[in-house]
């Protein structure tokens, strides 16, 4: 069964960035599609942004995540990253990694953001 690790959560102040980042046990190109979620306290996990393998398909964001995040991948090291820029408090939320192959969803373990105002 695949690993995927967070890392890269922290304490920020809004109108910050950070860069999560998604340790893949497996080769990237076996997952259909590799994609970033987060839940807030309280609240259900909602999906920001999907990543599908190369050529079958579009990047895709949330309206939320739209224009301030960018999600990417890196072959080599088996990583899936999320650039997340001009943070909010609402951004304040665990964000997991999710991969996808052959209908069998995985997640990580999730990583703690938390954005000061």
């Known amino acids: 069964q695949v690993q995927l690790v967070e890392s890269g959560g922290g304490l920020v102040q809004a109108g910050e960035s950070l860069t999560l980042t998604c340790t893949v046990s497996?080769?990237?190109?076996?997952?259909?599609?590799m994609s970033w979620y987060r839940q807030r306290p309280g609240e259900r996990r909602d999906w920001i942004a999907s990543?599908?393998?190369?050529?079958?398909?579009?990047?895709t964001y949330s309206d939320s995540a739209k224009g301030r995040f960018t999600i990417d991948k890196n072959y080599t090291l088996s990583t899936v990253t999320l650039q997340m820029n001009d943070l909010r408090p609402e951004d304040t939320a665990v964000y997991y990694c999710?991969?996808?192959?052959?209908?069998?969803?995985?997640w990580g373990q999730g990583t703690q953001v938390t954005v000061s105002s």
């Open positions: 999710a991969s996808l192959r052959r209908g069998v969803r995985s």
């Open positions: 497996d080769r990237i190109y076996n997952f259909d599609v």
């Open positions: 990543l599908p393998r190369t050529g079958t398909g579009p990047t």
